[in-house]
């Protein structure tokens, strides 16, 4: 397709804001360079304005679309030279080739420019749009209908218009290069121009002869020089390569290193598809055997036939059909043969009618050709497919026969694996294969609902005098997502005269998935007396999309349609826009595996490259059993990151499965988790009603990115866990292999100084109660969408994998997620416990130590930072060596209090909400719930009583208290003017860890103070 396909870049720039002065009297005189692909365009030069504003749209032609994503766009801002002697340089923007959108899904957005360097002095933005068009090649019957004479002409006159454009640019190479190259540019000049001449020369002198010897070849040999006269880039970057030798700037050197480093990525993810990449896992061999067709000696059509392939105790069939052509691939573990020898047949079946008019079956066989195992190549990628030859079957009855078909020992990095027979997958199962399936791409949909007007409430006479006023709200739905406005009164003049006009000014925010719903329904209902006003549709296709709040969406007023008898009831004035500058969260906030927004324009290029080996499985637990004798289990792995899902290929009835699959992901935010789930595939085999089972969770485990090294491979097994009603129980252990590719340092860096979310979940936040809602609405999406792919991904995989039940209540993870504000703290009351240990002089040297070290901070406090950094340096360089530098830490059971945990509690996980178990034991539940809601009011209560303290001896509700606090206050102040602040602090630390024999064991005075002044505590009923 891409061959057959003519695509243009075009990059509007639209306009800029607050550029850094750069002529010396305040203002710039800015103009844009864009280079794409070896391109290079320019737009006018906006004299004296720090907001200049183009409007320009400048045209790139894509020379391969298929790579078109791993270019980069690259906007230099510069200041005409004409006008000021100061930097050229205003700032750059460089912008991947991915988040390019097609025609008519762009939008603009405005892009921070970039440093040159560290000392660069830029500041401001510009907007623009980049976007591409797709348009249809000119035919090449037009091409040939052209006379030889016109084509010769174009041929002579094609290198004329190279030569203009190289002047063109040319002139604005010298525009934008330094003065101290201008006489370098002037010695390269005359050797530039002498080059399209020597073309010119060579194309001219072949024209006669092949005009008058081969006029075929030449009418259509001119479609390819116009294509080179139209796309001069080809020529620029060719020119690129020797830019040190031509004298350009350094920094278009630099853009090119840049590029090619951005463009490692995908090379290692093609490389990866191609199966050269498959390092982290074992190779496994298999017997590939393809069947490709088979010629009888006797040509009779009419009878079906297939072939068998028998190796030992090991059979499978090709399909039956009436042509000769199979082409099917078939892959055998190498170590689940007992034999050494392949034996394929070939039968035919004919229709044979009994004695009693019926019809049978009966099969015959056209031959059998045998292969030794042992003499079977072997074919490793990237070398070519085996190209299947024919074979005689041997056979006494029907001799003459042919089967066309390749046999050879691969492992499962061979394209064929994917779609062949697979033996240890139960053959062409579709619910046991490998996939990959992708999430469905989100965005919020914001509709802001304003007022109405004309209101036609259609009440009765009675009706007016008897409802004083009228209560209103909108209804707005989308798909099965409904939200309701606040409700509004409308006055017992507006409702007499049967039409209002309400206002409230209140947003709707909506999960809205691609491809959309066609429309979204906005209804005015009356909850007076329960009817429907008037609706209207919003076609989703006319909603415009934003990328942050820059700009307004645009108000609009929609018609309300009644019933049949009320066509026009009114109006709606509402704002739709479709939020792109967000990330929809799909999955818990904690476990993200993906912040980047919705919309495509603002997307960033990836940082890294994740690749995870799923090795295999050991000691599994049968799940389920098989002819109601003997347990098994048929294991795949799912692994999530991002919106990409993989699935690897069920091994049925093993214990100890091997998978060996390996995928890569993008990366573009280190700090994000990988989620890896085990199950057992219960959807492939079908009860006696005909309807699928279920998966059954085995276990997950989750690995976060940023406690990988980089270019590091971890290879460890993990201890699989699953919580049941029964209890916690260990399933087995999964062996993966994990590694984060990573090219560049700085950009690790930089994304750890940068905000995780988009700029819009910052500037116009959501409450946190909405972002529950949403969150789990997009949950739901994104468990229908998978549920509906083929072969589907279960519901509750979906819903394991994304922990969608993690707001439920579950008493075992209040007890986690106690234990750990417990261990928290700990570290403060190791503190704590040492500051007592010196105070009472446990250990007397080191506390004779830290009088001197008092003195110190006393005299020299200058010093106090450099030491605690100097200190948390020398702590944390000691700590690197004793990290954990085997094993990542993935899901750990024992923090998770799986072992803690009483039955009924796990019993009350697993119940749904409402709860559906007998009323007695929800009883015991909520008095159980009830026991510890009374410890945690007590806890506030104790909480809010310390700071009713504080303000009572501030607001004189016990006039002693606050009395002797004023005289304290009045002597302290007159003891500080006289005593230094040093000499203060010294003496406070000396008589805090004085020596015990000092020491009261009483309460000290100020805590009983404290403890004297009222609270509110005895106010409350």
Not at 183 to 190: I, V
Not at 286 to 311: C, E, H, Q, T
Request: charged residues 25%; hydrophobic residues 35%.
């Amino acid at each position: 397709m891409a061959d057959n396909v003519l695509r243009k870049l075009i990059v509007e720039i639209c306009s800029a804001r607050n550029l850094m002065p750069k002529d010396g009297q305040g203002t710039a005189s800015a103009y844009a360079v864009v280079d794409f692909d070896g391109q290079r365009r320019r737009t006018k030069t906006k004299f004296r304005d720090l907001n200049p504003q183009w409007d320009e749209k400048l045209e790139f032609f894509v020379h391969d679309t298929s790579t078109m994503g791993e270019e980069i766009l690259e906007i230099n801002l510069c200041n005409d030279k004409k006008t000021g002697k100061r930097s050229t340089f205003l700032g750059k923007v460089k912008i991947a080739g991915s988040s390019f959108a097609a025609a008519g899904s762009e939008t603009l957005v405005y892009y921070p420019l970039e440093k040159r360097s560290v000392f660069s002095q830029i500041k401001g933005e510009i907007g623009l749009k980049a976007y591409y068009v797709d348009e249809n090649p000119p035919a090449p019957p037009a091409a040939t209908e052209q006379k030889p004479e016109a084509a010769a002409a174009t041929v002579e006159k094609a290198p004329e218009n190279p030569k203009a454009e190289e002047g063109k640019k040319e002139t604005e190479a010298a525009k934008t290069e330094e003065k101290n190259e201008g006489d370098k540019k002037k010695e390269e000049k005359p050797k530039k121009e002498a080059k399209p001449e020597e073309k010119k020369t060579d194309a001219a002198a072949p024209a006669p002869p092949d005009t008058k010897a081969k006029t075929p070849d030449t009418a259509a040999a001119p479609p390819p020089p116009p294509v080179e006269i139209k796309n001069p880039p080809l020529p620029q970057k060719a020119e690129t390569v020797k830019h040190n030798e031509l004298g350009i700037k350094p920094e278009n050197v630099n853009r090119q290193d840049l590029i090619g480093s951005d463009l490692q990525l995908p090379s290692l993810t093609r490389d990866q598809n191609r199966g050269g990449g498959y390092d982290l896992v074992d190779r496994m061999p298999f017997l590939y055997i393809r069947v490709a067709k088979a010629k009888r000696a006797k040509n009779d059509g009419s009878n079906p036939i297939y072939a068998k392939l028998v190796i030992g105790t090991n059979g499978v069939k090709t399909r039956s059909q009436t042509g000769n052509d199979w082409d099917q691939v078939f892959a055998f573990e190498k170590e689940s043969l007992n034999s050494t020898s392949l034996e394929v047949s070939v039968w035919s079946e004919e229709k044979v009618e009994k004695e009693d008019k019926t019809m049978m079956t009966t099969e015959s066989c056209l031959g059998t050709v045998s292969f030794d195992l042992q003499e079977v190549p072997k074919r490793v990628p990237p070398d070519s497919p085996l190209a299947p030859q024919w074979y005689t079957l041997e056979s006494e009855k029907s001799p003459g026969n042919d089967v066309m078909l390749a046999v050879w020992l691969g492992t499962q990095a061979d394209e064929a694996f994917q779609e062949a027979w697979q033996s240890d997958s139960g053959g062409l199962i579709p619910e046991t294969r490998s996939k990959v399936y992708l999430s469905p791409k989100l965005w919020y949909l914001r509709l802001t609902v304003i007022q109405t007007q004309d209101l036609q409430l259609g009440l009765g006479s009675e009706a007016k005098s008897k409802i004083p006023t009228t209560e209103l709200y909108v209804k707005a739905q989308l798909g099965p997502q409904v939200f309701k406005t606040a409700r509004t009164s409308i006055g017992p003049s507006a409702s007499s005269s049967g039409s209002g006009n309400p206002t409230w000014n209140e947003d709707l925010v909506f999960v809205a998935s691609e491809p959309f719903e066609p429309f979204l329904i906005v209804t005015v209902e009356d909850i007076t007396n329960g009817q429907s006003i008037g609706q209207t549709k919003i076609h989703m296709g006319s909603v415009e999309r934003r990328n942050d709040d820059r700009t307004e969406p645009k108000s609009r007023w929609f018609n309300l349609v009644g019933d049949e008898n009320k066509p026009y009831s009114g109006r709606i004035h509402v704002k739709v826009c479709l939020e792109g500058g967000y990330h929809v969260l799909d999955e818990a906030a904690h476990v993200t595996s993906d912040v980047r927004p919705s919309a495509k324009q603002l997307a960033k290029p990836p940082i890294g490259l994740l690749e995870v080996g799923i090795r295999g499985a050991t000691n599994l637990l049968p799940v389920k059993t098989r002819d109601g004798t003997r347990g098994t289990t048929d294991a795949y792995v799912v692994a999530k990151y991002g919106p990409k899902w993989i699935r690897t290929r069920t091994i049925l009835d093993r214990f100890n499965p091997r998978w060996n699959e390996q995928y890569t992901w993008d990366v573009y935010d280190p700090c994000t988790v990988l989620t890896i789930g085990v199950f057992d595939n219960g959807r492939y085999k079908q009860d006696e009603s005909g309807k699928q089972g279920r998966d059954v969770r085995v276990g997950k485990i989750r690995l976060r990115l940023s406690t990988l090294d980089m270019n590091r491979i971890y290879l460890n097994s993990y201890t699989l866990t699953v919580i049941l009603p029964s209890g916690a129980k260990k399933m087995g252990e999964i062996e993966i292999a994990v590694r984060f590719s990573c090219p560049s340092w700085l950009s690790i860096i930089q994304t750890y100084v940068t905000p995780m979310l988009p700029r819009m979940h910052y500037v116009r936040p959501l409450g946190p109660a909405q972002q529950d809602i949403l969150r789990h609405t997009a949950m739901r999406i994104v468990t229908a969408r998978l549920a509906r792919s083929e072969p589907p991904l279960g519901q509750e995989v979906v819903q394991y994998m994304l922990d969608t039940d993690n707001h439920v209540w579950s008493m075992r993870r209040s007890k986690a997620n106690w234990f750990r504000v417990i261990t928290f703290l700990s570290r403060a009351a190791t503190i704590a416990r040492w500051v007592h240990g010196i105070r009472t002089w446990v250990h007397p040297p080191t506390t004779v130590l830290v009088h001197l070290l008092l003195v110190a901070i006393v005299l020299c406090p200058h010093l106090v930072l450099p030491t605690v950094f100097m200190y948390a340096f020398l702590i944390l360089a000691l700590r690197f060596r004793s990290r954990g530098r085997v094993k990542v830490n993935s899901v750990d059971p024992r923090l998770s209090c799986v072992d803690s945990v009483a039955p009924d509690e796990l019993d009350e996980e697993f119940d749904g909400f409402p709860a559906t178990r007998p009323p007695e034991v929800v009883r015991i539940r909520y008095d159980r719930l009830r026991a510890l809601a009374g410890r945690a009011q007590t806890l506030l209560g104790d909480v809010a009583a310390q700071g009713e303290r504080v303000e009572a001896l501030f607001n004189w509700r016990d006039p002693r208290a606050t009395c002797i606090f004023v005289v304290f206050c009045l002597f302290a102040s007159f003891l500080f003017y006289i005593v230094p602040f040093k000499v203060f602090v010294l003496g406070s630390g000396f008589y805090y860890i004085r020596h015990p024999r000092f020491r009261d064991d009483m309460p000290s005075v100020p805590v009983n103070f404290f403890r004297r002044l009222p609270s509110m505590s005895d106010q409350i009923l």
